[in-house]
């Protein structure tokens, strides 16, 4: 199984980034899928996540009418746009595949290598 993250970057405060994870090597369609994020001396903290089918999707309150996840179950990829980024969004962004759409991050059973997105003021 491999989960590969990418569209990370350095950006401007107020810019936006779109995240993808493509998948491999598991049926895409039976994990609801997520995104963490870790900045620098902090725990991984929750971001995003989506059900198997995109019917269900939860944010972090940090997030919330900012960022926007997606998936594409034709193309097993999951996506994460980002808007109106924040100094504060800086942190590597790990998606990971889980059976619950709201498992906590030791309840995920594969997780992608991560992005880095740099939010400068």
């Known amino acids: 199984v491999q989960l590969q993250a990418s569209g990370g970057g350095l950006v401007q405060a107020g810019d936006s980034l779109r995240l993808s994870c493509a998948a491999s090597g598991l049926t895409y369609s039976r994990y609801s899928l997520g995104w963490f994020r870790q900045a620098p001396g902090k725990e991984r903290e929750f971001a995003a996540g989506?059900?198997?089918?995109?019917?269900?999707?939860r944010y972090a309150d940090s997030v919330k009418g900012r960022f926007t996840i997606s998936r594409d179950n034709a193309k097993n990829t999951v996506y994460l746009q980002m808007n109106s980024l924040k100094p504060e969004d800086t942190a590597v962004y790990y998606c990971?595949?889980?059976?619950?759409?709201?498992?906590?991050?030791?309840?995920?059973?594969?997780w992608g290598q991560g992005t880095q997105v740099t939010v400068s003021s």
């Open positions: 989506i059900s198997r089918f995109g019917y269900s999707t």
């Open positions: 990971g595949a889980a059976a619950q759409v709201a498992a906590p991050s030791y309840d995920y059973d594969y």
